[in-house]
């Protein structure tokens, strides 16, 4: 799977938006891009995922650049629960993989009151 | 709304011990994964299941480890000879799709493998 680079940390307040970016700059032509969330304790949870357009969903909006080499998350209001770590993860379409997510270090959000 | 479960949610065992950690995945689902995170460190993919049989593994998924779907509904992780360094996080997942278009998988809350 091609690599992703993501900022270790990032801080927000709450009731702002947050946007955390992702690069992925060897990205192919029939990757997806999945973002998932790890809130404390808890086992990962999908977020959204996209392929090149833009996407929205209940809990945020992927925003994917024209070049697909980059791919922001936003928060559109961040509260206190959104503080995870947040995972960029690229996924091949076909191929034998059968799911197989692979997760880096991912960006830790710390959301302040 | 469904979810996954697993129990217990932490095992403490001796080393060389045999450990099984259980999973209900979400009913409807076909694919079925573990995970485990070593603490302080990334979620690393261990196996995938599907249609009775391993689908793909990981290097870390060595003969002291196997799964097994024994009815239609648990999925078991067994660790045969505990390590020290098997202790971590041990998550569970489920999809019920593979395709890049809608693969969203439900993780469940994990089991804590602390080997002594």
């Known amino acids: 799977d091609a690599k992703t680079t993501q900022p270790n940390s990032m801080e927000s307040n709450e009731e702002e938006p947050v946007h955390l970016p992702c690069n992925h700059s060897t990205i192919s032509g029939t990757d997806y891009i999945h973002w998932y969330r790890q809130l404390p304790s808890q086992g990962p949870e999908y977020v959204i995922h996209?392929?090149?357009s833009n996407v929205n969903n209940r809990m945020a909006s992927l925003a994917i650049a024209e070049d697909r080499k980059s791919s922001t998350l936003i928060l559109h209001r961040a509260t206190l629960r959104d503080a995870a770590v947040y995972y960029c993860i690229l996924r091949r379409a076909g191929g034998t993989s059968y799911g197989k997510l692979t997760f880096g270090q991912g960006t830790i959000l710390t959301v302040h009151p | 709304e469904p979810e996954v479960t697993q129990t217990p949610s932490h095992q403490v065992t001796q080393m060389g011990q045999e450990v099984i950690l259980r999973c209900v995945p979400i009913?409807?689902?076909?694919?079925f994964y573990w995970y485990r995170q070593i603490l302080g460190q990334k979620v690393e993919f261990l196996v995938s299941f599907y249609n009775n049989e391993i689908s793909e593994k990981s290097e870390i998924f060595d003969d002291q480890f196997s799964v097994e779907r024994p009815d239609g509904s648990n999925f078991t992780l067994k660790i045969r000879s505990t390590k020290l360094e098997d202790s971590a996080m041990y998550f569970c997942?489920?999809?019920?799709?593979?395709?890049?278009?809608?693969?969203?998988?439900?993780f469940g809350p994990g089991t804590r493998l602390t080997v002594l």
């Open positions: 009913s409807n689902h076909l694919y």
């Open positions: 996209g392929l090149t």
């Open positions: 997942a489920s999809s019920n799709s593979v395709l890049n278009s809608y693969n969203e998988q439900f």
